[in-house]
């Protein structure tokens, strides 16, 4: 009883509800009003037709565009309101100061970033290609000698960050999509109480929708009764709202702008497995140290000044640089990705990538819901013979998603490339490597939503130590998965084909 009383008023029960309401208000007003009927039919109708034109002539994504068209044709009455609602990407005054707010916080190093790029244009003009696209349309620059280290696992990159909390003497600042109470968010808790009462400047973003079942009530009101200061990222509403689409996905952890974490770990147990939700996690992280580390500080700072409002003197977080970083080579760029700046550059960085491959390209994602360009583009590098190989789970955390994962295998097995389940859990990583000489590793799913409606962020790397670390922890991590074959996707019933076809036409709405 007392559990299904919590479920009743949790508050995304309630919010869940008043959206149902207001869509059987609308019902109901149409009904309430019958003999209008032609009328409310043609003018809803019209306005769908409408919908549909400025859809199919904006600058979304085919699969994204039929995604939303099939359902509106199908429901003249509703799916043209439903998609101004939750659909129709706007861009409000406040994101765009954001955005504007990113791109001055990136700048400011572009310009220490040329010679940098002079120098990769000497060793490899067409990484240099890409480094400056990622300076030029994402705002962040370009970085040598700084030290990286990648960590194949969450058990082996908890340590890690408790160590350098440990360290903090300035600032903390932590944006993470999910949060849980644990064994790991508590260790993290604690020190981050200490450190705000001995003064340091502790800063939480969590997303809302992420922790919705995650957290208590008012969760971020008991963070700030600590001293840590806390912003929720969208918090759901009882309303239709086209910012319910988008999601804050990105794991930033970041110690006085000159030590940062990112990769696929969330803070919660299982990513640690300490305890078991789908079998063994795997998942990855990224220490940086250096002065590369600022463009991180640049990311959170931003979000931070979007959702609280309070703009901050930039001088007082830059940090000190570093003398002694232990030594690692090549080139280093961690960028930001957006969905509401129409520029792509998270699914154009991993395009390059895969289409510039020479030997291999090595892919984790726990997600493969691939459009037409990107499958084409995986398509033709196994034709031309590189070696592509990616590791998706065996077991899933949301059997829907996973099934839609599965149905892309045999369009990709039959152009060569080879497809990996991990066998002991799930696979929550998210890196992809090639040529022993150019990874990207962060947030970022091979799948709609990472590409095209969160925001989130990776590291560019070239040539650097924790390159190959990627690519050992690929070819270690194969010998527990199991091989997919073309004929573990023939023997599927024409119903279930007819099924997964459905739902990969509508994948980009999950």
């Keep these: 009883m007392k559990r299904t009383l919590s479920f009743l008023f949790h508050r995304a029960t309630i919010a869940g509800a008043a959206i149902l309401v207001q869509l059987a208000a609308l019902v109901l007003m149409i009904g309430r009003f019958s003999k209008y009927f032609p009328i409310f039919y043609v003018f809803f109708s019209s306005l769908s037709a409408v919908v549909v034109i400025i859809v199919a002539t904006g600058r979304s994504k085919s699969a994204y565009k039929i995604a939303w068209i099939i359902p509106i044709i199908l429901f003249p009455i509703f799916g043209g309101l439903v998609y101004l609602f939750v659909g129709k990407t706007k861009l409000s005054s406040r994101m765009r100061r954001k955005m504007e707010k990113t791109r ?22 067409r990484a240099a290609g890409q480094a400056r696209y990622i300076q030029n349309h994402a705002a962040y620059p370009l970085y040598r000698h700084q030290y990286s280290e990648f960590y194949p696992l969450g058990d082996l990159a908890f340590p890690a960050m408790l160590k350098e909390l440990e360290k903090a003497e300035r600032y903390i600042f932590l944006e993470y999509y999910i949060i849980e109470e644990g064994i790991m968010w508590n260790s993290i808790l604690e020190i981050l109480a200490r450190k705000a009462q001995a003064g340091v400047d502790v800063r939480l973003i969590y997303d809302d929708l992420g922790c919705i079942f995650k957290l208590p009530k008012n969760y971020d009101k008991k ?26 996905h990105r794991k930033l952890l970041i110690i006085d702008g000159h030590t940062g974490f990112t990769g696929g770990i969330n803070l919660a147990d299982e990513y640690i497995n300490v305890v078991e939700k789908f079998g063994h996690w795997k998942d990855s992280a990224f220490l940086l140290k250096g002065d590369a580390v600022w463009s991180l500080t640049a990311m959170f700072l931003a979000m931070w000044e979007y959702l609280r409002g ?77 070696d592509v190989r990616i590791i998706t789970p065996h077991v899933p955390d949301k059997r829907l998603v996973h099934a839609v994962t599965r149905s892309y295998y045999y369009p990709l097995l039959k152009s060569g490339v080879k497809i990996y389940e991990y066998t002991p859990g799930f696979m929550h990583s998210k890196a992809i490597v090639a040529d022993d000489r150019i990874a990207v590793v962060g947030t970022v799913n091979l799948d709609y939503r990472s590409l ?12 650097t130590e924790s390159v190959l670390q990627i690519r050992d922890d690929f070819l270690e991590t194969l010998q527990i998965c199991q091989e997919m074959r073309l004929s573990d996707c023939a023997n599927i019933s024409a119903v279930h084909r007819a099924k997964l076809s459905l739902i990969r036409l509508l994948a980009p709405l999950l």
């Design 310 to 386: 309070e703009p901050d003197t930039l001088e007082d977080f830059m940090p000190p640089r570093l003398e002694h970083l232990p030594p690692n080579g090549g080139f280093i760029q961690p960028f930001a990705d957006n969905p509401l700046d129409d520029e792509t550059v998270s699914e154009t960085v991993y395009f390059n990538l895969i289409n510039r491959a020479q030997d291999y390209v090595y892919i984790f994602t726990p997600y493969l819901i691939l459009d037409n360009e990107m499958l084409s583009a995986l398509g033709a590098a196994a034709k031309t013979g590189v």
């Design 452 to 463: 095209y409606l969160a925001f989130e962020n990776a590291v560019w790397l070239y040539d």
């Design 223 to 248: 963070l700030e009764a600590l001293g840590i200061k806390t912003e929720r990222f969208h918090p759901l509403k009882p309303m239709l709202s086209a910012a319910l689409n988008y999601r804050d």
């Design 104 to 125: 001055l916080l990136g700048e400011r190093s572009l310009a220490a970033s040329e010679p940098i790029l002079a120098d990769l244009e000497e060793i490899d003009p």
